[in-house]
């Protein structure tokens, strides 16, 4: 397996618990927490350049640390006299789900593109449980990598995001325990006519950062307009299907030459609009339900806590 996890500087990885080493401040230079304070990290550096880590604490306020302003829990506890060190959460290891997306996912990969993974992880109960509560996602920026915690992906795969029904049916799968086959086996119960909403509503955000770009700067981002135009395609054949059609490769030429600013921006519009229509009479014939089955994902999360509770007591 390649080496995406080992990015992390100082072996400070997401789930470490972290000291500040200096005070923590709000709005208007507001005192959060003084000097001292324990927080759990969430996000950790994209480079060399961007140094930065996000820090969440159990209050639930974030901040940006560079690494110099933080200690690691665990060695700032082992430096005090008769004070037992206690560990941290390396939360790759709880990962249950990893999959590629992106350009590489959808068939739109050319020799410059990254390579960028999605996936799920399961809080293990002891931080479930604690103070700091499990972090809702967590990030290593520079393996270009997120992954939500089981909870906030069924709630997201409910709402017909986009991003994570993409994930569900990703044809790049690179692990998967038996909960996760269990999870993908009844994918298709988070398929709803709500996808017309989510699906519609970003591609309809992308369309006006498009025409504000025009307005403000006489230009088009094509990166932008070719995703606003992938989204409508995988949306409405989605609705017929009823699956997540993520490699939309016989579309790639023309969706590449978009990308590449080849197509002037009336004929691209164009395009655009026969894909609304397209996507609206797709809704109109589609056989999905007009809700997902919510039923489903909560007695899959039940299981998983369970499982992870019991093991926490073994």
Request: charge should be negative; include cysteine; charged fraction near 25%.
């Amino acid at each position: 397996m390649a080496d995406f996890m080992t990015h992390q500087p100082n072996n400070v990885f997401a789930g470490t618990q972290v000291v500040s080493l200096v005070e923590v401040r709000g709005t208007n230079n507001s005192l959060v927490h003084p000097r001292g304070a324990v927080g759990m990290v969430t996000r950790t550096p994209s480079s060399e350049v961007e140094k930065h880590f996000l820090v969440r604490f159990p209050d639930g306020f974030e901040a940006s640390f560079t690494r110099d302003q933080l200690d690691v829990l665990k060695h700032f506890k082992d430096r005090l006299p008769g004070s037992d060190a206690t560990p941290g959460f390396e939360l790759e290891q709880y990962i249950i789900y990893r999959c590629v997306v992106g350009s590489r996912a959808y068939g739109l990969d050319t020799d410059e593109s990254d390579t960028d993974r999605r996936g799920i992880y399961l809080a293990p109960a002891d931080l479930q449980w604690s103070l700091f509560g499990a972090p809702e996602q967590f990030e290593d920026n520079a393996a270009q990598s997120c992954y939500w915690e089981l909870q906030k992906f069924l709630t997201m795969a409910l709402k017909a995001n986009p991003n994570i029904l993409e994930c569900l049916y990703s044809p790049m799968v690179e692990k998967k325990t038996p909960l996760a086959t269990e999870l993908l086996a009844m994918r298709d119960r988070f398929l709803s006519q709500m996808i017309f909403q989510t699906f519609n509503g970003y591609a309809m955000s992308q369309f006006k950062k498009i025409e504000q770009d025009i307005r403000n700067h006489g230009e088009v981002r094509w990166k932008h307009a070719m995703h606003l135009l992938r989204l409508l395609l995988t949306g409405a054949e989605t609705l017929r299907e009823a699956s997540v059609p993520v490699r939309i490769e016989a579309h790639r030429d023309r969706l590449l030459a978009v990308k590449r600013g080849e197509f002037p921006w009336a004929e691209v519009d164009a395009w655009r609009k026969d894909l609304h229509r397209d996507f609206e009479a797709a809704l109109a014939t589609t056989r999905l339900p007009e809700r997902p089955d919510y039923d489903v994902a909560n007695l899959i999360l039940i299981k998983a806590r369970r499982c992870m509770a019991q093991t926490s007591h073994d």
